[in-house]
């Protein structure tokens, strides 16, 4: 067995790269969240506050989102719709009668015309 006679030396905590992630939240949230916050969630009967869902599972660190792809759901709905299973969204879709991907079109449509970025 290998042992070291002086230990390793500390480094900086590791943690995500402050620029980058802004970056990456800029993306993937950006203005449109906040207009997108402020709506009531898709599900009729719903209270605020809601959150900004994506349609498509951004996966491993959200690399994958955009801020077009947002809809309103409040927190209930939102984990009902699949963000840590995404195999739950067809049934999600079917249960409530909604269509997310067509919702976020619709939105985004909508803030382009707005000149919401």
Known sequence: M????????????????RKRAAKMHERNFGERAT???????????????????????RGMGGCGGDRREL????????????????SARADFERLHGLDL??????????FDEDGLP
């Open 2 to 17: 290998l042992t070291r006679s002086t230990p390793l030396r500390r480094s900086a905590p590791l943690g995500r790269n």
């Open 35 to 57: 207009a997108i916050r402020a709506m009531q969630c898709l599900v009729s009967g719903c209270p605020r506050p809601s959150q900004a869902a994506h349609t498509r599972a």
């Open 71 to 86: 809809v309103p759901l409040c927190a209930e709905h939102h984990r009902e719709a699949g963000e840590r299973r995404t």
């Open 101 to 110: 991907e067509s919702e976020a079109r619709r939105l985004a449509k909508r």
